[in-house]
């Protein structure tokens, strides 16, 4: 998965950029408590970040990792009072491609039409 914390710059304009560091901080930790321990979860930089799950190829397992993420983040966004909206790309193996760049450009291809389309949560 990748995924993009929407109108990052906004937060920061807006609620400045302690609050926008709080953000990014929020986001890492719903993350890690959306995805297991065996998941591979980074920053990638900025306001993007990669989760890869290990062995999870089946679409259920990956929209209730993708709802307890949505989850996390919603509580987030109401404990800091800061709007948090993430745009979420799936690429699955083997069928979205088999070597690491090729899943990286179909899920980053994902998430830019989630980010066109709509948001995993818009809150506060």
């Known amino acids: 998965l990748v995924v993009d914390t929407d109108d990052f710059k906004g937060v ?20 890690t408590a959306a995805f297991r321990p065996q998941d591979l979860i980074g920053r990638l930089g900025g306001d993007e970040f990669v989760a890869f799950l290990v062995g999870a190829n089946d679409d259920a397992v990956i929209e209730a990792k993708r709802e307890a993420l949505s989850s996390s983040i919603a509580e987030a966004s109401r404990s800091l009072g800061v709007p948090i909206a993430l745009s979420v790309g799936v690429a699955r193996y083997p069928q979205d491609g088999a070597t ?21 949560e818009d809150s506060v």
């Open 100 to 120: 690491y760049q090729e899943l990286f450009d179909a899920a980053d291809r994902a998430m830019y039409d989630e980010k066109n389309e709509g948001r995993v």
């Open 12 to 31: 920061n304009d807006t609620y400045g950029h302690l609050a926008g560091d709080r953000a990014l901080q929020q986001t890492a930790a719903a993350l």
